[in-house]
């Protein structure tokens, strides 16, 4: 199973961007689809998931700004951002829990990261 993020890059201040994660491999169910952000010299913080319960979560920081989404045929999640600010500067990663074989033996998946930069 590989999870592979697009779309990252620099952007000005107030400007979008929408982030893609694509899993792929030999996928049988997926529990859990989220994004993640790593900013220089902080831990990695929850930014937006898809709970087991298909609900949506999203971090009091982007809450308002920031929408995920995803195609469940394609097993590709989104993260569209807007009025990005220079403290939304990160690696955005994608992370699913991802089973192979059943509906019960999920194991965390990450993707490579994409670097996200708002500066003016």
């Known amino acids: 199973v590989h999870l592979v993020e697009s779309g990252g890059g620099l952007v000005e201040p107030g400007e979008s961007l929408k982030l893609s994660c694509e899993a792929s491999?030999?996928?049988?169910?997926?529990?859990?689809q989220a994004w993640y952000r790593q900013a220089p010299g902080k831990p990695r913080e929850l930014v937006a998931q898809?709970?087991?319960?298909?609900?949506?979560e999203y971090s009091d920081s982007v809450k308002g700004r920031f929408t995920i989404s995803r195609n469940l045929r394609t097993f590709t999640t989104y993260l569209e951002m807007t009025m990005l600010k220079p403290e939304d500067t990160a690696v955005y990663y994608c992370?699913?829990?991802?089973?192979?074989?059943?509906?019960?033996?999920?194991?965390?998946?990450w993707g490579q990261g994409t670097q996200v930069t708002v500066s003016s």
């Open positions: 992370n699913a829990q991802i089973s192979t074989i059943n509906y019960s033996n999920y194991d965390h998946y």
């Open positions: 491999g030999n996928i049988f169910s997926i529990y859990t």
């Open positions: 898809f709970t087991s319960d298909h609900t949506i």
